[in-house]
Each structure stands twice: as C-alpha cells, then as structure tokens.
C-alpha cells in the first residue's frame, strides 16, 4: 500500500527482456536503503526488489504489469517514480495506492498557469464511472485531484513542488502515463454492480 507522495526519482539503466518479463535496474538514492523482496512503488507500479546494488535496485515486471501500464515503453535512461510502501505509523499524505495499475491514460494538453500546471488526460472510457469531480486519483504514482471531468478526460494541477521532484517535468504531450484509480470508489462500483 502506498501514499501517491513521491519520495524521489530513479533512472533505468538496463532492461533484460526474459520470456514475457523484463528486468529493469533503477539507479536512485532511495536504492541504498531498500532490502530484497520490499515493495517499491515505479510510476505507479508496485514492484519487488530481487537484487540490491551500489546505489541502485532490481526488478521484475510480468506480462499483466506489461500490458496495463507504460513499463514496455521504458528506455535507458527513462527517469521514474519511486515510492516506497506506507509504514502503519505514517500520514497519509494523499490517498490509498495499491500499486496495481489499472490502465494508461495520455497526456492530451500542457498549460502553463503562471508557476504551475495544468495538464489534461484521456483514458478510455470503460472506466469513465471512477473518475470524479474532486475524487483522487493516482498519476505514475503520484496522488492527484481531478476536475474537469467528461466521459474520457480529466484535468490535474501540478504544483511547482511536484513538478520538480517528479519526473512531470519531463512529460510531453502524448506521452502515456500509468493510471489507478481510487480503492474505495471501485469497492462501491463492485458492490452496485452485484446487486443490480
């Protein structure tokens, strides 16, 4: 379980492709402090740290992670990030993450708002009935609020302090991020839908 509050950011610098997984090693300064077998939070994506080395960490992402995210799409070099899973004696800073991502969305529009940003992504609209005015939701890992909601878009502020610790600084129009959405809200969808 996660926050959605990003501790820092790490760089892959190789990937192994084996099978239907890939590997990839993530240099970050949050790697000299992570133990075999932890939980890490990758853009959103929960994944377990097999291997420990001088500043950096290993894992494994299996064909389901491959498929509902934007892992297959990372390069050399491909900055991420990095969150490691909520201690019981923690705040909760933004909202309940499992890590478990849902599907992608696209980054359609970046405005510039005089220090922050406002940026605007689609997602397909099966899961039209989870995003919320105001509802949270949790963007490569990072908790955000939504507004501006329609059928299959949804807007989120930036402030500067995400944008520089974050690598939202190095989203462009187009690109694809990793979407999940909130617990609770798909909880209650479940639970309406088996009693109708």
């Known amino acids: 379980m996660f926050t959605g509050i990003i501790e820092t950011t790490g ?11 890939k590997t990839f090693r993530i240099e970050s300064p949050l790697s000299y402090s992570v133990k075999i077998d932890e939980s890490i939070s990758h853009n959103g ?3 377990t740290v097999e291997d420990i080395g001088v500043g950096e960490h290993k894992v494994t992402a299996v064909a389901e992670t491959l498929v509902k995210a934007n892992l297959d799409q990372w390069q050399e070099g491909t900055i991420v990030n990095l969150e490691r899973s909520l201690l019981p004696s923690s705040r909760i800073g933004g909202h309940f993450v ?3 991502v849902d599907c992608t969305a696209r980054c359609e529009k970046i405005k510039s708002r005089d220090g922050s940003h406002e940026i605007e992504f689609s997602f397909p609209k099966k ?27 949804f807007n989120v502020v930036i402030i500067p302090y995400t944008y520089e610790h974050t690598n ?3 989203l462009k129009e187009g690109d694809d991020v990793n979407l999940e959405f909130d617990l609770i809200g798909k909880y209650i969808l479940r639970k309406l839908s088996l009693e109708k």
């Open 98 to 100: 499992q890590g478990h």
């Open 11 to 21: 760089r892959v610098t190789e990937i192994i492709t084996k099978g239907t997984n």
């Open 127 to 153: 899961f039209a009935s989870l995003v919320i005015e105001k509802g949270s939701v949790c963007i490569d890992g990072i908790s955000l609020t939504a507004f501006g909601v329609k059928k299959a878009t």
């Open 168 to 170: 939202f600084k190095y």
């Open 45 to 47: 994506a929960c994944l």
